[in-house]
């Protein structure tokens, strides 16, 4: 006979929302165990840590209920209410994040993107800078290059950080079409004679895929 989903201990529920293709009804289950009791055999230590799991990992705290209930809030209060010791172990980060909501960092994977960007933006100029002295009468349509493939990224990442859905999906969107330009325009100059040129626009297109791979929501909830 299976457990009662309100006797399994938080550590069950964690697992869950930490694997792909969670949904909002994972989500919302987790937050009742939130405010829930200890399961039978859980110790307070055991909550403690998953809670703290809970508000120290970016993905996990950000999780969110059809109905706007975030995880991160409702684990630091699952652990406040856990009372002396461990409520004395919130994060001070994560009380300094409380304060500014409007607001997050952005993730590792975000900054991953951004790099990303920044590199298929950067390799024309290096490509230009290295077969030709006089690559300096070239700097504005090189600048401009640049700013098209590293703006859509920007405003992914920004719209991330301060959660504005449909810039994100602007920006992702932007970045695909770049990328998948760039990986066109390869294979038409490579059946050019230009394989040097090919394979910089291979990189290009490939580094703009990786950024909008990094730059997507890590935690899409399916309905």
């Known amino acids: 006979m299976e457990p009662s989903p309100k006797t399994l201990p938080l550590r069950d529920w964690v697992e869950t929302v930490s694997s792909p293709g969670v949904v909002h009804d994972d989500v919302e289950a987790l937050l009742g165990r939130l405010s ?107 600048a401009i290059l640049g700013g098209v493939m590293l703006l859509p990224a ?21 970045l695909v079409l770049l990328s998948s330009g760039s990986l066109l325009l390869s294979w038409v100059i490579l059946h050019g004679g230009a394989p040097k040129e090919a394979f910089t626009s291979l990189t290009i297109g490939l580094s703009l895929l990786g950024s909008a791979f990094c730059l997507r929501h890590r935690k899409d909830l399916e309905d």
């Open 36 to 142: 829930g009791p200890l399961a039978e055999g859980e110790l307070p230590r055991e909550r403690a840590d998953q809670l703290l799991r809970l508000l120290q990992d970016e993905e996990l705290g950000e999780l969110t209920s059809r109905d706007g209930r975030q995880v991160r809030p409702a684990a630091l209060e699952a652990l406040l209410s856990l009372g002396y010791p461990y409520a004395l172990e919130v994060p001070p980060e994560v009380l300094e994040r409380m304060r500014e909501p409007g607001a997050r960092a952005l993730s590792r994977s975000a900054r991953w993107g951004l790099g990303l960007a920044a590199f298929a933006a950067l390799l024309p100029s290096v490509l230009v800078a290295s077969s030709t002295r006089d690559w300096w009468n070239s700097v504005d349509e090189l």
């Open 154 to 174: 920007a405003l992914s990442a920004l719209a991330e950080r301060y959660r504005v859905g449909w810039l994100k999906y602007l920006g992702n969107l932007g």
